[in-house]
């Protein structure tokens, strides 16, 4: 978005006492050490199900003004990640911070700062698409009803949708509509910004042209995080790249100029053959063996000397409010734990 837009104050919800005090400030991404499982189906030889790993150690971080995309084999847990940053799937074990607030217990906090682009779009067919945006930007910033028909063309514009603001959402093609879906959320121009597949059913040359406005949207002082199966113009577009192999196991975290060679593979399409579980019938180590190298990097261990120091800032913002008693708190911060 123009730098001459400022950013909103974000409203602050229920529960949100420690928001009000401290505001969010700067956005950095700390991830470590996150697992989390699904229960497999049942066999007929035992009632009960052998869970299915869909993160394992999960750990990277990233820092704000960057746009990650996340690389792997179909199935691999790249949605899974999404899922449990947004609080949609239950983590069993690792930390997860937005700055320094735990979204694993406090999700609920950021979801004013907080986009997410699923891969399944839904919308109101029977809706034009300046109505749609409208709507959605009513639910979100009622307060703010002056500025929503220019922030609508202004994202439209962007986002290549200004001739198709007066058409049905049903009379899109499949591009058309993902698009709209982006700019749903990016009306509200959210810090953390997910975005799930989101140039899936795009030519080359609009591909190009989303991931490039991808990374202006982070670099005005955002994070944004999209899973991907189009490596033409990562180069280009992208800050870093998160490569995942099966079971959400992490291999790689860096710039996308430099994954191939550490990688020691030629081509993306050679990688994701490499990153197979099995290899002519029999278990390939290799996913294994560089999940196991990328545990004992540098990157690694700083993603968790760093989601130690948030927890112990969060600690201690926790019991700095529990001293202050409710009594302390003011009428406002009252109010909002009502």
């Known amino acids: 978005f ?7 104050v974000a409203p602050v919800g229920p529960g949100c006492a420690e928001l009000e005090e401290a505001p969010l400030g700067p956005v950095n ?5 996150l697992c989390a499982k699904a229960p497999g189906p049942a ?22 003004n960057t746009l990650v995309a996340i690389l792997g084999r179909s199935g691999a847990g790249k949605s ?7 609080g949609d799937l239950a983590v069993e074990s690792g930390s997860l911070f937005l700055k320094d607030l735990d979204l ?10 907080l986009g997410y682009v699923p891969q399944d779009i839904q919308l ?20 703010n009803s002056r500025q929503r028909d220019s922030r609508i063309e202004h994202v439209c514009a962007e986002l290549q949708l200004s001739r198709e603001l007066d058409k049905l959402v049903s009379a899109l093609s499949g591009g058309q509509r993902r698009r709209v879906s982006m700019a749903i959320e990016l009306l509200s121009k959210p810090a953390l910004l997910i975005l799930d597949e989101p140039t899936s059913g795009l030519d080359p040359g609009m591909d190009r042209e989303i991931m490039t406005y991808l990374r202006r949207y982070a670099q005005a002082g955002r994070t944004v995080m999209v899973t991907t199966h189009t490596t033409e113009h990562l180069e280009l577009a992208v800050d870093e790249v ?48 560089r999940a196991a190298e990328y545990q004992r990097q540098e990157g690694a261990a700083e993603a968790r000397r760093e989601a130690a120091a948030a927890q ?17 708190a003011g009428p406002d911060r009252a109010a909002g734990r009502e």
């Open 2 to 8: 123009s730098a001459a837009w400022p950013d909103p």
């Open 312 to 328: 112990r800032a969060s600690r201690a913002t926790a019991g700095a409010s529990s001293r202050a008693g409710p009594d302390r």
């Open 242 to 289: 998160l490569i995942v192999a099966d079971h959400g196991r992490p291999i790689y975290f860096g710039p996308p100029e430099q994954a191939l060679g550490k990688l020691d593979v030629p081509r993306y399409a050679d990688l994701m053959d490499k990153l197979a579980p099995e290899i002519r019938d029999r278990p390939n180590p290799w996913p294994a063996e």
């Open 124 to 143: 109101h067919g029977t809706l034009t698409v300046r109505q749609l945006l409208g709507y959605s930007f009513h639910l979100r910033d009622p307060g």
């Open 43 to 64: 066999s007929w030889l035992s009632a009960q199900s052998a869970d299915r790993a869909l993160l394992i150690e999960m750990t990277f971080m990233q820092r704000e």
């Open 80 to 86: 899974s990640l999404l899922n449990a940053i947004i």
């Open 29 to 33: 991404l700390i991830i470590a050490d």
């Open 104 to 113: 694993l217990a406090h999700s609920a906090q950021i979801s004013d700062r």
